[in-house]
């Protein structure tokens, strides 16, 4: 039986796990719609041709990460998950709201009358959305690492609310948001070929080159504006991943440059994993720094080890369907000549 003061670092964990998992899968289909928006020129319609593809079969199923990640919020960890409900009680809706319209977006452009010959205004809500959600998202995990989210007694201190949008949080939004531009750009380089690869190629590398500069600057904003985050950094173990993607990161654009793509998709999920491995562990033990902790948030210590004891058998069912999801739709079939007409 583990320690009871085990099992709030425990969960967390696997809450980090599920953040991850959300970041590299449902991040890549908010990239996706980054680049349907911007597609340009000749090619620009098989672009967008290429990112529904890509897309339509799997593209919802990956939002499943998100919701087990609330799940384990409110059931392992229901302070946090009230005070964080408070505290970004705006962003939280239009991130759902974005969420809800980018998928009917998505949907409603991929169906219908001008799918298949010019952009439709379906097109822009779809783009739109998948730039407006990783961007709130992205500024509320910078948002609960700089201190000016302040807890007392359980409430949400007001008052506050222009406080939360400092440059730190923005940092991050925008970090967030070319991140999964960059893994959209990369995934897409193993979902097409010809000249189609040749583009997302190019739009990889780009947006490798600008992650770089926005990593470089959060970084060091949060010398100022998170020190608490910036300290944790800067310690073992997290300096260990901030080192680890100092080294993959241009093992990642070398393998796009040498057009090594299945090695280029690793190493970029690599890149995305490591980051968030170093924001956690320096974030620890704090889930909103510096009032709510893992284990000052935590259930009771029976629901903790309900959770444990339920998430072998959630996940015995979860993962293998969807890797038979992903095996029967991302596979290659005997259309994939006409996909790019």
């Not at 009230?82 to 970004?88: D, G, I, P, Q, T």
Request: hydrophobic share 60%.
């Amino acid at each position: 039986m583990l320690a009871t003061e085990l099992l709030p670092e425990l969960i967390g964990l696997v809450a980090l796990v599920a953040l991850i998992a959300y970041a590299v899968l449902g991040g890549a289909d908010f990239g996706g719609g980054v680049w349907n928006l911007l597609a340009r020129g000749r090619r620009s319609e098989g672009q967008r041709r290429a990112i529904s593809v890509a897309m339509g079969p799997v593209w919802e199923a990956n939002h499943v990460w998100l919701i087990f990640l609330i799940v384990i919020l409110f059931t392992a960890y229901p302070l946090a998950f009230a005070a964080l409900s408070v505290a970004f009680f705006w962003p939280f809706h239009l991130v759902l709201a974005g969420i809800v319209l980018r998928g009917a977006a998505f949907v409603f452009r991929a169906h219908g009358r001008a799918a298949a010959t010019t952009p439709s205004s379906w097109g822009a809500v779809f783009g739109a959305a998948s730039i407006i959600t990783p961007l709130l998202l992205g500024a509320c995990l910078g948002a609960v690492s700089t201190g000016r989210i302040r807890v007392i007694d359980g409430i949400v201190q007001g008052g506050m609310e222009w406080a939360r949008v400092g440059a730190f949080p923005l940092a991050t939004a925008v970090l967030a948001l070319v991140v999964c531009a960059y893994l959209a750009a990369v995934y897409l380089t193993l979902e097409t070929e010809g000249e189609l690869r040749e583009d997302f190629r190019r739009r990889a590398l780009i947006i490798w080159l600008i992650a770089g500069v926005v990593s470089l600057g959060t970084l060091l904003l949060a010398y100022s504006e998170a020190p608490h985050l910036w300290e944790g950094l800067m310690r073992f173990p997290a300096i260990l991943a901030v080192l680890a993607g100092v080294i993959v990161a241009p093992a990642a654009v070398f393998a796009l440059w040498r057009r090594h793509f299945e090695l280029a998709r690793v190493l970029a999920v690599g890149q995305v994993v490591l980051l968030l491995i170093g924001w956690g562990l320096a974030q620890r033990p704090y889930i909103i720094y510096p009032d709510i902790s893992l284990s000052g948030s935590a259930a009771p210590p029976a629901t903790l080890i309900f959770v444990l004891w339920t998430l072998p058998f959630g996940l015995a069912l979860l993962l293998p369907s969807l890797w038979f999801l992903f095996a029967v739709f991302k596979g290659r079939n005997p259309a994939a000549e006409e996909r790019y007409p």
